[in-house]
């Protein structure tokens, strides 16, 4: 099993910039991708940007590309997506999700709130 903590939500301006983490503890030695996805209000659940635990290749969503980075730290076990340019379109809960193969390991959410 791996666990994963989500922290650096909140509330922040149209334009301004927010930090998430994400922390994996258990059985990190399985985990090949990290990634961010979010859900909106009514919507679906989304992708936003994944990475690569071992080459550190990276994909995102268009429409966060040139604004999110997703960056990530084996020592610490932990992934980070680093939001500038943000929009009221981009208020959602974030989640970090991990595994081998699939996405079979989810934290718990975090709350980004973007206002115009």
């Known amino acids: 099993q791996v666990q994963l903590v989500e922290s650096g939500g909140g509330l922040v301006q149209a334009g301004g910039s927010l930090r998430l983490s994400c922390a994996a503890s258990?059985?990190?030695?399985?985990?090949?991708?990290l990634g961010w996805f979010r859900q909106a209000p009514g919507k679906e659940r989304e992708f936003v940007a994944a990475?690569?635990?071992?080459?550190?290749?990276?994909s995102y969503a268009d429409s966060v590309k040139g604004r999110f980075t997703i960056s990530r730290d084996n020592v610490k076990n932990t992934v980070y997506l680093q939001m500038n340019s943000l929009k009221p379109e981009d208020t959602a809960v974030y989640y970090c999700?991990?595994?081998?193969?699939?996405?079979?390991?989810w934290g718990q959410g975090t709350q980004v709130t973007v206002s115009s």
């Open positions: 999700a991990t595994g081998r193969t699939t996405f079979n390991y």
């Open positions: 258990g059985r990190t030695f399985s985990i090949n991708t």
């Open positions: 990475i690569s635990r071992d080459s550190g290749s990276t």
